[in-house]
């Protein structure tokens, strides 16, 4: 009897195990939907003929080189600033630091289209940087120069805080062992520090240029013309209807897959040889 | 010569009270010393990573911090190594020599007399994870020998290795001291100590208790805690408490203190012989090559008897009776 009250027992749990299962499985599955519905949906709704035509305009083939470039030179050339920046930040105590840390992500949080007007107030033409960039012949304003600072205000707060976390990660034993073998502190930085932290200084320059190259809101502010594809999407839905926006944006979303895993399996391999 | 005079620092919930140390040079120096007495603390201070509140540490005069990155002073291994995780064991081998001011020739040589010592020459292309705690000592060794410089300081490095690996690097440990270098090491392992040591240092709750060629410690322990350590339980402050009986026979000198005499320089016997304390036995307690036992004398004396006594002969219990007089 009191066996058989244990099989009752463990037919319940079993029971109730798989209910539990079922349920999160639901739930999963619902959540997927949601993100991937949309780009199903976008790629299965995209005329062809449409698709084709776009293919050969040199509008959209002009965006998405502009776009791209513009987004990788600048996040090569923040890095050079960010990252020091970052162990700087994991490394020093100071006072005021919280205050900074909350700074940095203040591009991150603000709406987007808001960080374009930030910025149009430093660099537009009736400020002092304006005027001395044209007066040394630097167009700021509708330029890759513009488009570049936008990109970089709204993603370099990524590059900054994962740099950051991976460099407070690493034990200071190591440098501290570096630099009693004679290694001075820049040593230390690019023979001790710098190699350790590059898998997350990798992340953070794939997250920056991802952040970058999709930016529309702190761009399309400071830079119109020339324009970047999540601009020119904008702009050919406004004034020809989603026909015409699909396809563009089937053709960026399909080349920022490409490049994503293109950057994630580099990222992969380099992991998997340090 | 390595002085530290009047070196004090107060952390958190810990301080280094106004230690003061002399280290021959060429010695090879324990700082014996159990967890938490500030062994790790003091070695930080000499090597540099903590600054002291108050005090200097010098080498041969001139201050230990006032050197030059082409010809470093001292060289450490910590207790956990700190073997480069991203670079190939040859690399780690070759780090402090990049700072050095050194011809290519004299380069490969170190690099060469570092990895023979320690015979590392088949781990040169592994990378740190992929080595044993044995081995990992030794590149970390190879690394020391290849920075080449005077005073080597090691923390705890014969901990959490296996017993095989032990040797191996104790006789390591002695072909670098044989080189001429200033070893300071620290440990809370007395057998260590002995089979390295010909300096020692003993600390206690952040104070350095005793210091001195190793004989001289071992021999006259200052206190009772450094007495302990050598396994002189027999420690006396002072004479007063011993009873006549016990005087006569171990010929103590009342006026002179402390009295010290080692278990195993009593004679124990269960037959009465001249010149000897009945006394019944206490406490016994085993080791590793006979036992400790306490016999109840005014005050009570540790005496220890090895296997092959012939006390043994019947197993020592409590409430035995018992002889005890000196060994002669």
């Known amino acids: 009897m009191e066996n058989d009250s244990h099989v009752v027992t463990f037919a319940k749990m079993a029971k109730e195990m798989n209910l539990g299962k079922s349920v999160a499985l639901l739930l999963s599955g619902l959540m997927l939907m949601f993100l991937i519905a949309p780009i199903i949906g976008l790629f299965a709704s995209v005329n062809f003929p449409t698709l084709h035509e776009t293919i050969k305009d040199n509008q959209v083939a002009d965006s998405i080189g502009l776009t791209l470039s513009t987004a990788a030179i600048t996040t090569l050339i923040f890095s050079i600033l960010a990252i020091p920046t970052a162990y700087f930040l994991a490394r020093k105590k100071f006072i005021g630091k919280n205050f900074l840390l909350g700074m940095i992500n203040i591009p991150i949080v603000i709406p987007h289209s808001a960080a374009g007007i930030a910025l149009l107030g430093i660099i537009s033409r009736q400020t002092m940087v304006g005027q001395f960039a044209q007066k040394i012949g630097i167009p700021l304003l509708d330029s890759p120069i513009a488009i570049g600072l936008a990109m970089s205000f709204v993603s370099v707060p990524y590059l900054i805080n994962t740099a950051r976390e991976g460099f407070a990660g690493i034990p200071v034993r190591y440098e501290q062992q570096a630099k009693l073998m004679g290694a001075s502190s820049t040593d230390v930085f690019f023979r001790i520090s710098l190699p350790l932290n590059w898998r997350y200084i990798l992340n953070g320059i794939i997250q920056m240029f991802a952040r970058g190259m999709s930016e529309f809101g702190a761009v399309v502010i400071v830079s119109y013309h020339p324009t970047t594809t999540p601009v020119l999407i904008y702009e050919r839905f406004t004034s020809y209807g989603l026909t015409y926006a699909q396809p563009i944006a089937v053709i960026f979303i399909t080349i920022c897959l490409i490049v994503f895993v293109l950057l994630r399996k580099i990222a992969q391999n380099s992991y998997a040889n340090s | 010569m390595l002085t530290v005079k009047n070196l004090s620092k107060k952390l958190d919930n810990f301080c280094i009270d106004n230690a003061n140390l002399t280290v021959p040079p060429g010695s090879y120096a324990m700082i014996l010393g159990q967890s938490g007495s500030g062994k790790t603390t003091l070695l930080n201070l000499l090597c540099g990573i903590i600054k002291p509140d108050f005090g200097e540490i010098t080498w041969n005069g001139a201050s230990l911090f006032q050197r030059s990155a082409e010809k470093p002073v001292i060289s450490v291994i910590f207790q956990n190594n700190n073997l480069f995780p991203h670079l190939s064991v ?106 390295l040591a010909n300096y020692l240092i003993i600390m206690n709750s952040g104070a350095i208790i005793q210091q001195g060629i190793m004989d001289d410690v071992v021999n006259h322990p200052k206190n009772n805690f450094v007495a302990q350590m050598f396994g002189y339980f027999n420690f006396f402050e002072s004479c007063d408490k011993f009873g006549q009986e016990t005087i006569d026979v171990f010929k103590i000198d009342i006026s002179s203190s402390p009295f010290i005499i080692h278990p195993s320089k009593i004679d124990i016997t269960t037959d009465y012989q001249h010149n000897s304390i009945k006394t019944s036995v206490k406490d016994i307690s085993r080791t590793l090559n006979g036992y400790y036992i306490k016999v109840s004398t005014n005050p009570e004396l540790t005496v220890f008897i090895d296997f092959g006594h012939s006390f043994l002969k019947k197993s020592p219990c409590p409430g035995m009776v018992c002889y005890i007089r000196p060994k002669h």
Do not use: C, M, W
């Open chain 2, 90 to 195: 040859k690399q780690n081998i070759e780090f402090p020599l990049h700072f050095q001011k050194l011809s290519k020739k004299e380069r490969a040589n170190r690099l060469e007399k570092a990895i023979n010592a320690t015979q590392t020459g088949n781990l040169l292309k592994k990378y740190p994870n992929a080595l044993s705690g044995g081995e990992t000592q030794r590149v970390a060794l190879a690394r020391v020998i290849a920075s080449d410089t005077e005073i080597v300081f090691l923390d705890e490095p014969l901990s959490s290795i296996d017993v095989e690996s032990k040797e191996n690097l104790i006789e390591l440990l002695r072909k670098i001291h044989e080189t001429g270098k200033t070893i300071i090491h620290i440990t809370h392992n007395v057998e260590e100590t002995f089979r």
